[in-house]
């Protein structure tokens, strides 16, 4: 491998290693206060790379089979941007423990104030 071409698996494997940390901290309650404008222009970025890296990684196989074998990791940079961006649209970071399937089951009562995303 040359030293030009060792640059690209590694902001492959960066933005999985950065994907999967913000993966963990959603589940933690620290991890929703974390803004959410950075994540979305970070997993955006990383589904471009991804994207336009993939007609340069094409070999003797040719560049479509480049393009399929990069889908599944745009994909999931998207899939990451969309639920940050839907999140935090629904108002569940920033403190807010989130919504149950009980919240719409007749007879049940929320307890103060309905929460802002209802």
């Known amino acids: 491998m040359t030293p030009g071409r060792a640059v690209a698996p590694r902001v492959d494997h960066a933005l999985h290693a950065v994907m999967g940390l913000f993966m963990i901290a959603m589940v933690r309650p620290w991890?929703?206060?974390?803004?959410?404008?950075?994540?979305?222009?970070?997993?955006?970025?990383?589904?471009?790379?991804?994207a336009c890296a993939a007609p340069l990684r094409a070999d003797s196989a040719g560049r479509a089979r480049a393009a399929l074998a990069?889908?599944?990791?745009?994909?999931?940079m998207g899939a990451m941007t969309w639920m940050v961006a839907v999140m935090d649209s629904h108002g569940m970071a920033a403190s807010h423990g989130g919504g149950s399937a009980m919240d719409d089951m007749p007879g049940c009562t929320?307890?103060?104030?309905?929460?802002?995303?209802r």
């Open 70 to 76: 990069a889908l599944p990791h745009v994909l999931m």
């Open 31 to 50: 991890g929703m206060d974390l803004p959410s404008d950075p994540q979305i222009v970070l997993f955006t970025a990383g589904a471009l790379w991804f």
């Open 110 to 117: 929320w307890p103060g104030p309905r929460p802002p995303w």
